[in-house]
């Protein structure tokens, strides 16, 4: 499979061959359409698109020239087929590939991007907004609680996964509900928090809500990006 690419600010298209291991055995191109930039670095190693493909709303991650740059592209792709499929579409966005464009002349720069479901925008500035965020009146923190529910799958034996960079960006809101985005640093992990044959929620933190979690160390939920994420929500303050 392949994608026809062109950016906004160039005149050129160019073809990327599909490289991931959801690629099927055909070469019926993908188009994109309405393609406009949210995010661009001068350097060019590293944008973000928006565009419309076959109807759906999609975010591409692009890269070109930049070595570095397009091995973490290749190493999201991985990640979103080896470890999230199970959460896509649910928890975190659709994967529609990763595209590669490898020049026949060496003074061509490689091109490369993965193409992924939009999913709205960061629902907070600050995690520790979250808490807050959409709470009913009743005062359930449903969008925090859905949140945290998503990180603490990550981080079982189904998906085994550390995010490693989880900030309150990579959190959108999409329809009401949250989705996590950014999986380029994320890493295997065996996570210690999780007891054998225990599922890990809420209802079994060392601590619950209203009780002062900034004050414990990491080992009170022994892992270290649960226990930071969980200090950076506030999640032990009344």
Not at 112 to 134: F, H, M, N
Not at 153 to 166: F, G, M, T, Y
Not at 184 to 209: I, N, S
Request: glycine share 6%.
């Amino acid at each position: 499979m392949s994608l026809i690419l062109k950016l906004p600010d160039e005149t050129e298209s160019y073809k990327l061959l599909r490289q991931d291991k959801g690629a099927v055995e055909n070469d019926y191109p993908v188009t994109l359409t309405d393609i406009t930039f949210l995010y661009k670095k001068t350097d060019n190693d590293n944008q973000i698109l928006r565009a419309k493909m076959s109807g759906k709303d999609v975010i591409v991650k692009f890269s070109h020239g930049e070595r570095i740059a397009m091995r973490r592209l290749k190493h999201e792709s991985q990640i979103y087929v080896d470890r999230l499929k199970p959460l896509w579409g649910i928890h975190v966005p659709k994967f529609y590939g990763f595209y590669l464009y490898t020049p026949l002349d060496l003074d061509e720069m490689f091109r490369a991007c993965i193409i992924l479901q939009y999913c709205g925008e960061p629902a907070v500035s600050d995690l520790s907004q979250l808490k807050d965020y959409r709470s009913d009146d009743l005062g359930i923190r449903q969008f925090r609680n859905d949140t945290l529910d998503i990180v603490f799958r990550l981080h079982s034996p189904e998906i085994e996964l550390a995010h490693d960079a989880l900030n309150a960006f990579h959190i959108l809101d999409f329809q009401g509900k949250p989705f996590l985005i950014d999986f380029a640093g994320a890493t295997y992990h065996d996570c210690f928090a999780w007891e054998e044959g225990k599922q890990l929620t809420r209802d079994v933190l060392p601590v619950k809500e209203g009780e002062v979690l900034r004050q414990m160390g990491s080992q009170s939920v022994e892992c270290y990006e649960l226990w930071y994420f969980l200090k950076s929500l506030d999640y032990g303050l009344p």
